[in-house]
């Protein structure tokens, strides 16, 4: 029943920033870690960043002080703020959230960033 949902993806130019959005639904018990990855074409899915229950973040050495994952627990979303985009961030950028209570994980649809002149 756990529904995530991406949205904010789109073009942006190398330098400029974007805001990713994942609401979540079915979710009505406890606060579940939550993370953001991503895959580029031919490339493996990697983790870019994840936020614990007790807003505990970690990211990816190649994100490191350009993108911050937050989250707003009343509205049951989380989100990605990129900011000094490069190019080698063009991915198609996934949310995964890790239910306890249902003992899984659960992966959105995936929504497209590219980052070109």
């Known amino acids: 029943q756990v529904q995530l949902v991406e949205s904010g993806g789109g073009l942006a130019q190398p330098g400029g920033s974007q805001r990713l959005s994942c609401a979540a639904s079915?979710?009505?018990?406890?606060?579940?870690?939550m993370s953001w990855y991503r895959q580029a074409p031919g490339q493996q899915r990697e983790l870019v960043a994840d936020i614990t229950p007790g807003g505990r973040t970690n990211y990816a050495d190649s994100v490191k002080g350009r993108f911050s994952i937050s989250r707003d627990t009343g509205k049951n979303t989380m989100y990605l703020q990129m900011n000094s985009l490069k190019p080698e961030d063009t991915a198609v950028y996934y949310c995964?959230?890790?239910?306890?209570?249902?003992?899984?994980?659960?992966w959105g649809q995936g929504t497209q960033v590219t980052v070109s002149s």
């Open positions: 995964n959230l890790e239910s306890i209570r249902l003992g899984r994980s659960f």
């Open positions: 079915g979710t009505t018990g406890s606060i579940n870690p």
